[in-house]
């Protein structure tokens, strides 16, 4: 069993920046995927960026590139989300998300994650 625990979520001004994170606990060990997913009122669950647990791969959705930054600490099992330049769209509840194992699903599927967090808020005003 995982739980995962998300922080740094709150309110922000556009323009400006959060820093989200999210600590796997558990008896698993250095998750295979570690990734973040965002819901905003009315709108579907939406992939917004995952990492690879090796070599720092990453993968990020259209609408975040060049503005997030995921990261990972694999000693912490720990996943972070950088987000700058931060848009009222951007104003979602936002998921941590964890691929155990090896897998060939897809990653940016949200049935294709085993554990998942309880959200935490952002919200971008202006």
């Known amino acids: 069993q995982v739980q995962l625990v998300e922080s740094g979520g709150g309110l922000v001004q556009a323009g400006g920046s959060l820093r989200l994170s999210c600590v796997a606990s558990?008896?698993?060990?250095?998750?295979?995927?570690m990734g973040w997913f965002r819901q905003a009122p009315g709108k579907e669950r939406e992939f917004t960026a995952a990492?690879?647990?090796?070599?720092?791969?990453?993968y990020y959705a259209d609408s975040v590139k060049g503005r997030f930054t995921i990261s990972r600490d694999n000693a912490k099992n720990t996943v972070y989300l950088q987000m700058n330049s931060l848009k009222p769209e951007d104003t979602a509840v936002y998921y941590c998300?964890?691929?155990?194992?090896?897998?060939?699903?897809?990653?940016?599927?949200?049935?294709?994650?085993?554990?998942w967090g309880q959200g935490t808020q952002v919200t971008v005003s202006s």
């Open positions: 558990g008896r698993t060990v250095s998750p295979y995927i």
């Open positions: 998300a964890v691929i155990r194992a090896d897998s060939s699903a897809n990653y940016r599927a949200a049935h294709a994650y085993d554990y």
């Open positions: 990492i690879r647990r090796n070599f720092g791969i990453t």
